[in-house]
């Protein structure tokens, strides 16, 4: 009986251990990137940079399978063809990785393809 007492108890303690960790880290990961905002990115590398700044998808289709369909990957796509060749986006399983910015305010992102 005091030994299952005793065991129970252990396991609410490790259950509020794990959540007071998952908070823990949680917080400072929102610290983190607070700083990161605070600093304008001075004191990150490059390459963590722009996992911040940008987003990426897998094109499931080929390019071509898309047709005149809009969306953020497949203008990725297309200008990834224009600059690079046709050959280089042909096949299915293409992931465009594109940055997120809020620049040119006036133009969305499908007004810009023929810039």
């Known amino acids: 009986m005091i030994i299952k007492r005793v065991h129970i108890c252990l396991a609410q303690i490790s ?4 959540m007071l960790m998952t908070r823990y880290n949680f917080f400072i ?5 607070i700083f990161v905002i605070q600093n304008q990115g001075k004191d990150v590398a490059d390459s963590e940079l722009l996992d911040y700044i940008s987003e990426s998808s897998t094109m499931s289709k080929s390019l071509a399978d898309y047709g005149e369909q809009k969306s953020c990957a497949v203008t990725t796509a297309r ?3 224009d600059f690079l060749g046709d050959t280089m986006v042909k096949d299915k399983g293409l992931r465009c990785q594109y940055i997120v910015a809020s620049e040119p305010k006036v133009l969305s992102m499908f007004d810009t393809e023929n810039l």
């Open 15 to 18: 259950f509020k251990i794990s």
């Open 29 to 33: 990961s929102l610290f983190y990137q």
């Open 79 to 81: 200008r990834l063809a």
